[in-house]
């Protein structure tokens, strides 16, 4: 029998090019010898079609922003302290050179979210990356304080947070957090936001928001 030596590494770090391809040497060496079952040779065989299928499949999705503002999960991921939260529906009218209007002017789109009345609320941006526009922004960022950050339990590119205060000491506020997933720049903007695990429900809502095609 011939014994077929394994591609020793760590399994979130083997390439699916580098299984595929062990999977193909595996497979002439098991043509090749005569006393192999055909079993084995079928199981090789339906290991490379599931994995070159899921391959495809996961190079195929495209992220694109939320088909409107009535669309998102973001209402739902409010704080029971904000109870009852409405999308505000709001005639922008963004000035050249913020971040509104590199967003809208880029295919973008920009919701409002909580109790008008009571000024308590949420403004998202969802923004194709195009041309760079998360990089380009983020230059102007920095050059106002905004900070780069690793966002919890979430698996973005970049990220970029704006706060006011010193966290644990005294008031603290995060106003406004850029990060840039899937292809798509996202911008979260609240007033109540004390914190970063805070700020994450909503988060994770606009993330979840993209639509995929």
């Not at 967003?103 to 923004?127: D, F, H, K, P, R």
Request: negative net charge.
């Amino acid at each position: 029998m011939i014994q077929l030596p394994l591609v020793v590494s760590a399994p979130h770090v083997i390439p699916k090019l580098t299984v595929v391809m062990e999977l193909l040497v595996r497979f002439r060496l098991l043509r090749s010898n005569k006393g192999v079952s055909q079993i084995k040779i079928f199981s090789v065989l339906i290991s490379l079609i599931l994995i070159t299928s899921c391959s495809s499949n996961d190079s195929a999705k495209t992220y694109n922003v939320p088909k409107s503002c009535e669309d998102t999960k973001v209402l739902a991921a409010f704080p029971d302290s904000i109870p009852n939260p409405k999308f505000i529906d709001t005639p922008w009218e963004p000035a050249e050179g913020t971040d509104l209007y590199a967003a809208m002017n880029g295919g973008g789109l920009a919701c409002s979210y909580g109790i008008q009345e009571a000024e308590v609320g949420a403004t998202i941006l969802w923004a194709p990356n195009e041309s760079n526009l998360f990089e380009t922004r983020a230059k102007e960022w920095q050059g106002f304080g905004q900070q780069a950050i690793d966002l919890p339990n979430l698996d973005e590119d970049s990220a970029y947070v704006l706060t006011e205060g010193t966290q644990g000491q005294g008031e603290y506020h995060v106003w406004a957090i850029n990060y840039l997933i899937n292809g798509i720049w996202i911008q979260v903007n609240a007033t109540f936001f004390g914190s970063i695990e805070a700020a994450m429900p909503i988060v994770t809502a606009a993330t979840e928001s993209l639509t995929v095609s």
